[in-house]
């Protein structure tokens, strides 16, 4: 037809390019027929561009937004939602495991969600969907299958020490602690996170975000000596390994974890510990799961490593804007 008209140019838009893989963004710009009841767009690439992209779909009811008069011009934004992005949550049973799992299924447009839990029990303990896989992280082979096809991984696992029994809180003494055989921090914080980066590194993931603690610049912090674990050392062990594997990341070294709402205080970063010579050195635990999804969306997240806090809640704004929240990071490690 006489109106048809080669597309003069075609250009990814200027959407930041961390958000490239929600949504890609296609600005075409076009003279306008005198009588422009039907366009026809023509693909630089193909006679047939709508038909050769069967993904992009131009302005619907939806994004009329995206057509734009300019003089004789139309300007047609297109916008194609891209795949979403697979994301597996290990230590999914675990207290923020879950909360990052149940996050990323709310947000069925984003992600699929997967979860790694180590036993059925944990499983049953979070709806024991299909998506939730069982497996053990000292047994590097155990996770190849939840692995197997995901975008990002956030590793929430741990060893988690246990409390000696005969602990009576009247006598005013503090608990011990121990960890079992084959759980300690060298097994499941230094062999398990080696062996979850790993898989991640031959599986090809894209983003791995990894939640750490604070204190690990300090040898003779009281965790080290908690079940003679050294619980601060291995994490650190694996948090550079991590850092020197060349797949984007985003290390997280949260304060003290509290069951408390999240999205109500302003988050706080910081470096070397440095934190914890204040008073702001707990933060909610639904919190540290919202900046670990959030980090997936961010370029300015890759290849950060910090601590992270929270404000009481009233005092400072809640933090909303997680672009600038990660853009104010310069650390990476
Ligand atoms: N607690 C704090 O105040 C605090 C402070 C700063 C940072 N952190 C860090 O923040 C992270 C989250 O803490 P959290 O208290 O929410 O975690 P959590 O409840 O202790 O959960 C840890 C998870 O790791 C899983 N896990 C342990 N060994 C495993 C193995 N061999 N294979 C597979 N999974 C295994 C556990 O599974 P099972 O349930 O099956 O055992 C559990 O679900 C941890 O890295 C923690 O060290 C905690």
Same mark, same amino acid.
Request: a positive charge.
């Given at each position: 037809?006489g109106?048809? !008209?080669?597309? /003069?140019f075609?250009?990814a ?8 893989h929600k949504y890609c963004?296609m600005a075409?710009?076009?003279?306008l027929p005198?009588?422009?009841s039907?366009?026809?767009?023509l693909?630089?690439?193909s006679?047939?561009f ?5 993904f992009?779909?131009?302005? !619907?009811?939806?994004?009329q937004?995206?057509? &734009?008069r300019v003089?004789?011009?139309?300007s047609?934004? %297109?916008m194609?939602?891209? /795949? ?13 495991g #879950?909360?990052?799992?149940?996050k990323?299924?709310?947000r069925?447009?984003? @992600?699929v969600a997967r979860?790694?839990v180590? !036993?059925?029990?944990?499983?049953q303990s979070?709806? $024991?969907?299909?998506d939730v896989?069982?497996?053990d ?7 190849v299958? %939840?692995?197997?096809g995901?975008d $990002?991984?956030?590793?929430l !696992?741990s $060893?988690?020490?246990?409390m000696?029994?005969?602990?009576? /809180?009247t006598q005013g003494?503090r608990?011990?602690?121990y960890?079992e055989?084959?759980? @300690?921090p060298?097994q499941?914080?230094?062999?398990g996170?080696k062996?979850?980066?790993d %898989? ?6 894209k983003q791995?975000v990894l939640v750490?603690?604070?204190?690990g ?6 965790l080290?000596?908690l079940?003679?674990?050294n619980i601060?050392?291995?994490?650190r062990?694996?948090?550079q @390994? ?5 797949i ?5 070294r949260?304060g003290?974890l509290q069951d408390k709402?999240?999205?109500?205080r302003e988050?706080l970063?910081?470096?070397d510990?440095e ?8 933060i909610?635990?639904p919190d540290?799961?919202?900046v670990?999804? #959030?980090?997936l969306n961010?370029?300015?997240a890759n290849f &950060?490593?910090f601590?992270?806090a ?9 933090? &909303?804007d997680f672009?600038a ?9």
């Amino acid at each position: 037809m006489g109106m048809a !008209t080669r597309v /003069p140019f075609v250009t990814a838009a200027t959407t930041p390019p961390n958000q490239c893989h929600k949504y890609c963004m296609m600005a075409l710009s076009l003279p306008l027929p005198a009588s422009s009841s039907s366009l026809k767009l023509l693909s630089p690439l193909s006679s047939s561009f709508s038909s050769s992209l069967p993904f992009l779909s131009l302005a !619907t009811p939806r994004n009329q937004k995206g057509v &734009k008069r300019v003089g004789n011009r139309i300007s047609v934004v %297109a916008m194609a939602e891209s /795949p979403k992005s697979t994301v597996l949550v290990t230590g999914a049973g675990g207290r923020t495991g #879950q909360i990052v799992y149940k996050k990323l299924k709310e947000r069925p447009n984003q @992600y699929v969600a997967r979860g790694l839990v180590r !036993t059925e029990e944990s499983k049953q303990s979070i709806g $024991a969907a299909d998506d939730v896989f069982v497996g053990d992280i000292r047994d590097a082979a155990s996770i190849v299958p %939840a692995i197997q096809g995901i975008d $990002a991984l956030i590793i929430l !696992t741990s $060893a988690v020490p246990q409390m000696k029994p005969g602990f009576d /809180p009247t006598q005013g003494k503090r608990p011990e602690f121990y960890f079992e055989d084959g759980s @300690y921090p060298e097994q499941v914080d230094w062999i398990g996170q080696k062996n979850q980066i790993d %898989a991640a590194k031959a599986a090809g993931v894209k983003q791995i975000v990894l939640v750490g603690s604070m204190g690990g610049t300090d040898l003779n912090h009281p965790l080290n000596s908690l079940g003679n674990g050294n619980i601060l050392v291995w994490k650190r062990k694996a948090e550079q @390994y991590l850092a020197d594997s060349g797949i984007p990341y985003t290390i997280i070294r949260a304060g003290g974890l509290q069951d408390k709402d999240g999205g109500l205080r302003e988050l706080l970063v910081g470096k070397d510990d440095e934190l914890l010579k204040t008073e702001i050195r707990t933060i909610p635990r639904p919190d540290v799961a919202e900046v670990c999804i #959030q980090a997936l969306n961010f370029e300015e997240a890759n290849f &950060k490593a910090f601590d992270l806090a929270s404000k009481p809640e009233g005092a400072g704004s809640a933090t &909303k804007d997680f672009k600038a929240f990660f853009s104010q990071i310069t650390t990476r490690f």
